[in-house]
């Protein structure tokens, strides 16, 4: 019964030891300024937030400054690309050049080609090319790289039509 209560009281001693240990190097809320901080000089962290985009959308990120002016969602029809696929598309410079996300991940590529360009709209084909051996690793990463497309004519008010191709080399 003795060799019971020593290890109880060696567990309390450790515990103890341990929830001090976890004190005294500082475990303080960041911002609380609490005395004793030894977290002096460092920037606190900041969690990742949820982006408040439906289900299977990239998060939104902050914009970088070539990203150009954004095409009104009304004007892009992405009717046809997978689900989760990001819809983010903009004209550059003169309003020829657009700017689209394409998707990519592991050891696929992204790429856009220009369909047809007519009066009222221009059609993209966004593609995914992947290997066709199955004997090379991959990762399992997303990546989400801007592609450009250079109209014959500025977009103007056309409609942007995106359509998908998965495709193999």
Known sequence: MRWKQAIIG?????????????AQQGDVQPGSG????????RAPVELPRESGQGAGRKPVQPPAADEGTPV?????????????????????GDGRTLRIVGQEGGCSKASAELGEQ???????????????????????????????????EPLGERMVVLTYEARET
């Open 10 to 22: 060696v567990s309390v001693v450790v515990l103890g030891a341990v929830g001090a240990g976890c």
């Open 34 to 41: 609490g005395a004793g901080n030894n977290d002096a000089g």
């Open 72 to 92: 009104p969602p009304e004007r892009v029809d992405a009717s046809a690309l997978p689900r989760g696929y990001p819809v983010e598309v903009s004209v550059t």
């Open 118 to 152: 007519r009066g009222d709209r221009v059609a993209v084909t966004m593609v995914e090319t992947k290997p066709t051996s199955k004997d090379i690793a991959c990762t399992m990463d997303m990546r989400y790289p801007p592609l450009t497309i250079t109209l014959d």
